[in-house]
């Protein structure tokens, strides 16, 4: 009886919310702004010469071609010269790129720190004929612009710079200081960019309102039920970690094969840590981040669903470990990415070692995933060791911050066909470099990213659509001048 009732209160509530219309939740309040007229050739122009500097970055520091880097840096100085003399530029360990934009007019507000990188990933030589334009070129093909680094991260870049020059033809000097970091190795850790700006930042006792880095993209089709595209706002990333698991076993001639050896023993770790996934929940902010879809244009069901988790939390959980990426919502990820053992197809094998990628949900610390792996294992002739740079979760930025409602302002300002959500970015970003000096780091890029352009990020046919390159823009131009003025955006939005 009493779910018979339960239904039927799920059921009329549903309805009820299905009755209010699109948009009741986070789009009332904004008004649409008007579109900027941009020098749209200029923007395409300009966006494919920076595409045509191949700035490479590699582990392997001596195949860098520093050439490229001093070039892209003299391409800024040549083409957006008004930047160059109205902003303060510091190259900082040679090649990060550090723009202040003072104001001269300021409050008594902290500045912003908004970051990029301007290196790129190699392209693969194996694939390189398979680009329908080469990576290197720049291509304009009247609706996209192609090249390795569109996306990642040239597009970011350099709309901000387009926004800066914007800006400054238009007269405008911001209420506060604005800095721009533009990073040259974040794509191999950001220890030579990124983490020398920070430190230069921090020496000058320079603290900042909040950092917005690349990070997530405007989702076209989150899902084939959710028409709506999702603007996600990464408001905190994974951590990371390279597990190298190892087995020393006597070994021998296999003809007097025991029942174990050195590869049997590991492979049932192995099997062991895949039967037993680190558990994951849906809870904190991945609740936070399913409800945000859960408004106006989320089919019925879903609404009910994600509403009332008391009752469906089991389903949802389950649908959600089957979506590629929203399992990464519940809980820390695994994947085994290599596997080695045995000199000779006679020989028992006297060592075997794997390598286990966690990728670390906040919620848990690497501390955390050893101890869990340790357990689940339970077997002590197994060694752990983790491969140097590991790290860990970024820590939660507020939702509720008027950094984090300004982002959230201008994207419904300028995208007013996206819905917002918070969420855990899934890769890593040079953010991490500037935590000492920053309490609020984002992570937002307003490319609109369609189900194909996630192969193309450090894959092939990188590239970026005309229009969005110029909407990019005037997000950019718009966050400037609200970040500038002294609205309080947490007010604005409810
Ligand atoms: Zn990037």
Known sequence: MIYRKLTFIVVLWAFLISCSGPGHIAKHDVEQIEQVSLDDSLVFERFSKALQ??????????????????????????????????????????????????????DERKPVLFIGHYDVVPVDSSNIGMWTHPPFSGHDDGEFIWGRGAMDDKGGLMSMLEGIDYLLKNNFNPQRDLWFAF????EVGGINGAAKMGEYLKEQGI????VLDEGMPIVMELHEELPTPVAFIGVTERGNMYLELSVDFEGGHSSLAANETAISILANAITKLSENPVPGRLEGLSLVTLEALAVDSAPLIQRVALSNLWLFRGMVERRMRDMPGADALLGTTAAPTMFFGGVNPNVLPSRATAVINYRIHPRENIDDILEYVRKTIDDPRIEMDLYPGARNPAPISSTESN??????????????????APSIFLAGTDSRHYRDISDNIYRFRPIRAYADDASRVHGVDERINKNNLLEMVRFQIQLIQNVSSTTDFSEVLN
């Open 53 to 106: 500097i191949p700035t490479i970055s590699y582990s392997n520091t001596a195949r860098i071609d520093s050439t490229q880097f001093h070039s892209f840096i003299a391409f800024t100085k040549e083409y957006f010269p008004e930047v160059h003399d109205a902003l303060d530029f510091t190259l900082v360990n040679d090649f990060g790129m550090l723009f202040r934009w003072k104001s001269n007019q300021a």
């Open 183 to 186: 990073g040259q190795d974040e």
């Open 207 to 210: 603290e900042f309102e909040f």
């Open 403 to 420: 950094a984090y409602r300004t982002i959230e302002h201008t994207i419904l300002e300028v995208f007013p066909d996206v819905l917002t």
